[in-house]
Nanobody
Framework: QVQLGESGGGLVQAGGSLRLSCTAS????????MGWFRQAPGKEREFVAG????????AYGDSVKGRFTISRDNAKNTVYLQMDSLKPEDTAVYSC????????????????WGQGTQVTVSS
């Protein structure tokens, strides 16, 4: 069982930056691929970024490529999402998720989810 908790959300002006953190319980964090997803009101959940459990390979959604960076610190059981050049359309609830095995971009393939943190970007 893995428990995830996000932090770092908030209100920021367009063009600004935020860094989200997701901390996991348990001793096997390094065995999990981690993903960040977001969901805006009335929209489907969207893949934002992910990092593989081995090798550190990463993947990004098209709408955030070049602006967001995912990283992980296995010693701290934490995955980060650095968000730069934020836009109003980035406004959503951001959730982290964990799964064993290879990184994928579909939310249905993740076993554990955090409760989410709100990110609001004003124009």
């Amino acid at each position: 069982q893995v428990q995830l908790g996000e932090s770092g959300g908030g209100l920021v002006q367009a063009g600004g930056s935020l860094r989200l953190s997701c901390t996991a319980s348990g001793r096997t964090f390094s065995s999990y691929s981690m993903g960040w997803f977001r969901q805006a009101p009335g929209k489907e959940r969207e893949f934002v970024a992910g990092i593989n459990w081995i090798g550190g390979g990463t993947a990004y959604g098209d709408s955030v490529k070049g602006r967001f960076t995912i990283s992980r610190d296995n010693a701290k059981n934490t995955v980060y999402l650095q968000m730069d050049s934020l836009k109003p359309e980035d406004t959503a609830v951001y959730s982290c998720a964990a799964r064993r095995m290879t990184l994928i971009t579909t939310p249905a393939g993740y076993d554990y989810w955090g409760q989410g943190t709100q990110v609001t970007v004003s124009s």
